[in-house]
């Protein structure tokens, strides 16, 4: 893996859509309102993460790498709350 | 752009979390309820996607910016949607 001009940007990227989960987790945990999230959005979402995991680490990526394992924890979380809260 | 082996993980994960937001665009289109959706969320994931975009046109990735194309249009619609209908 190497740093260049363009990881700046990557790891913009990656910090913003990976930061971006924690306002939703944060909502659900304090109002365990689910019902208006799609869970199959987040079912594909958190299959995509897996997949984007894989090629982060098969093409050297550092930002894709890092930034798809802190999703995948964010996505998992926002999952098991969707399941957790959606028949209240 | 080159095409090789990874870029098949690559167009996986590109096409999951692309798709993964079409659901939560037509859920929302359905109810018209979106108060369990966070607008910071999908404020600082457009962010994200903007910055992923310029990313993958640098290290010339055709997953990540055909993935990130198509994202934006439906962060977008998600975003307008969240706006329009959270008072309601």
Known sequence: MEFNFSEVFGLIAA???TI????????IWKTKKVDDISLTMYLIFFTGVVFWLIYGILIKSLSVTLANTVTLVLVSIILG???RYRDK
């Open 15 to 17: 910090v913003c859509t």
């Open 20 to 27: 971006a989960f924690v306002p939703q987790v944060w909502q």
């Open 81 to 83: 709350m969707k399941i």
